[in-house]
């Protein structure tokens, strides 16, 4: 089924150690994103990507890098994880940026 | 600053009819998204406006007028099923999405 893999799941982080975050898509959309989502908040994105190569940082960027080697793949990395980064991370993609985004399903993240 | 409102949580009954409302001030506008989002799910996306007016898919409607900053979000024939959040989500000058806090709707049998 052609969509958005996001990996892993769920995951919990002890502080200080770093994670990155898998997201590969198969629609060949140029325009990649990561949110995070925290209750009350609405979805705040964190980096996006208008094509491979490039790179922006969105709202809330701090402790968070991300790379865009390819067209499929737009992995996130925690340097040193803080439990304020606990949160539920959203990838997602759209066909520059015009049309409705299409999301992964999601990785729960909990830094203890 | 930009800033989306939606109401926090809304009750309906099912076989209802329920309106979910969106005011947004942002800088610019280059239209206008609704999604649903089930409890541990992915958003997924319902519709979208960015000329005033009511564009109705099945069940669902959505309306916008861009003169008073404001959209709303028709569900007719309320089904159980719908018992979800609906985010709110508007595309500013610089085509960056800008979201809601979202609407936690509860239908009640």
């Known amino acids: 089924t052609a969509g958005i893999t996001q990996a892993p799941t769920s995951q919990i982080l002890a502080a200080g150690r770093s994670m990155t975050l898998r997201c590969t898509q198969d629609?060949?959309?140029?325009?990649m994103y990561w949110y995070r989502q925290d209750l009350g908040l609405g979805l705040r994105l964190i980096h996006y990507s208008n094509t491979a190569g490039t790179t922006g940082k969105g709202e809330v960027p701090d402790g968070y890098s991300v790379s865009r080697a390819n067209t499929d793949d737009f992995p996130l990395t925690l340097a040193s994880a803080v439990p304020s980064q606990t949160s539920v991370y959203f990838c997602a993609s759209s066909q520059d940026g015009l049309y409705g985004y299409t999301f992964g399903s999601g990785t729960r993240l909990t830094v203890v | 600053g930009q800033n989306i409102d939606q109401p926090t949580e809304m009750t309906a009954t099912e076989g209802a009819i329920v309106q979910i409302n969106c005011t947004y001030q942002t800088s610019g506008f280059n239209g206008l998204f609704w999604y649903q989002q089930h409890a541990g799910e992915a958003p997924t996306f319902l519709s979208y406006?960015?000329l005033d007016g009511l564009e109705e898919k099945g069940r669902f409607s959505s309306f916008l007028s861009r003169s008073k900053g404001y959209s709303y979000l028709l569900l007719k024939e309320l089904q159980m099923k719908d018992s979800a959040s609906y985010l709110c989500a508007v595309r500013d000058s610089n085509y960056q999405l800008i979201w809601g806090a979202g609407t936690k709707l509860i239908i009640k049998p």
């Open positions: 629609m060949r959309h140029n325009a």
């Open positions: 406006n960015v």
